[in-house]
């Protein structure tokens, strides 16, 4: 029967995970790194995750699919909520707990010199003019990557400005417009933008790159991956 159901556009979906919570039916879950249809007939295709979706990536359309089953829909519900970690983890793969060995701790005297070399670094704080830009290698790193990545100063900031920001958690707009800004009235010779492989991350290299083509400029465009274990992809 032709009825009104969830569709997911996989190329737009970064697996935030932001729609999960907001389907009271428990239609939707997280796998691969993208937002899925669960099963046809938990969604009731009345299009409660749309407005939760930052990407765009979900619509209601109209199509043959199996009938809503209110009950099978309520057992998913009643499963997800007898399992909080398993529903945390299927909302967004960022969420999910791992633990890892952690390393000796470093011995009196044994601290690196910090490789920044200027205030402030959070994208929202930092003048689009700061003298720091002209002429700069900038690095634009997601928040979660000078705690997860030990060698992050050595290797990664060592002569770059840095812009720091989060893509899941603030507002994006505003740093399109703040990174458009920077590349557009500096000098900027070359761009590289560190985040973690988690999927939300992947946000802040499309807003870079976005930001590049805004700017009218063309420069060098590196991208570094850190792993959820504190390794260098």
Avoid at 74 to 96: D, F, S, T, W
Wanted: net charge positive.
């Amino acid at each position: 029967m032709k009825r009104k159901i969830v569709e997911i556009d996989r190329d737009r979906c970064d697996g935030c995970g932001q729609c999960v919570p907001s389907c009271a039916e428990g239609a939707l879950r997280i796998v691969d790194g993208k937002a899925v249809l669960a099963s046809e007939t938990y969604c009731d295709g009345l299009g409660a995750c749309l407005g939760h979706c930052p990407r765009d990536a979900i619509r209601i359309v109209e199509r043959d699919a199996v009938s809503f089953d209110q009950k099978a829909a309520k057992g998913q519900v009643r499963a997800i909520h007898q399992l909080p970690q398993q529903r945390e983890q299927q909302a967004c793969p960022g969420r999910r707990v791992r633990m890892a060995a952690c390393p000796a701790p470093p011995r009196p005297g044994d601290e690196a010199p910090s490789q920044l070399g200027h205030w402030p670094v959070q994208l929202h704080l930092v003048p689009a003019d700061a003298p720091f830009f002209q002429g700069a290698d900038l690095l634009v790193a997601a928040s979660c990557v000078p705690c997860a990545y030990a060698d992050f100063h050595r290797t990664v900031l060592a002569g770059k400005s840095l812009a720091i920001a989060c893509p899941k958690l603030d507002r994006t707009e505003p740093y399109l417009e703040k990174l458009s800004e920077i590349v557009r009235r500096n000098d900027i010779r070359s761009l590289t933008v560190a985040v973690m492989e988690v999927p939300c991350c992947q946000g802040l290299v499309r807003l870079v790159r976005q930001a590049l083509h805004d700017s009218g400029k063309r420069m060098p465009l590196t991208v570094e991956v850190i792993g959820v274990d504190g390794e260098r992809k």
